[in-house]
């Protein structure tokens, strides 16, 4: 049972750590919006396909603001941050009871 418990929490570890990337790529993404970039440059458009199936949904539910602040990085950040707080912790306590 052992080899299941230290299989978990590598995927976990995994997990939590493409959960950190995936947040920085996300404040990247809104860190470049604010100086409009090139919308052809490859950087820009990688992090534009790889942030934006998150980020849509959270804009089409959130209210548009006058400012035209979008706010849906930082609830997209808010939700990973509650992920890595509620469900990792319980995943890795998990993989320990198993060794």
């Known amino acids: 049972m052992f080899v299941f418990g230290n299989l978990l929490s590598g995927i976990v ?3 939590n750590w493409l959960l950190t990337v995936y947040m920085w790529m996300i404040i990247i993404r ?12 490859p950087i820009v458009q ?10 849509a949904p959270i804009r089409r539910r959130l209210p ?5 602040v ?3 990085p930082m609830v997209a950040i ?3 941050w509650l992920v890595q707080i509620g469900i990792v912790p319980s995943l890795y306590r998990i993989a320990l009871e198993m060794r």
Do not use: C, H, K, Y
């Not at 919006?33 to 090139?38: G, L, R, T």
């Not at 548009?64 to 035209?68: A, L, N, R, S, V």
């Open 70 to 72: 979008d706010l849906s």
């Open 30 to 41: 809104a860190l470049l919006s604010w100086v409009n970039p090139d919308p052809w440059n």
């Open 64 to 68: 548009t603001w006058q400012m035209g």
């Open 46 to 55: 990688f992090l534009t396909r790889v942030t934006e199936p998150m980020l």
């Open 13 to 15: 570890t995994i997990f």
């Open 78 to 80: 808010l939700i990973i």
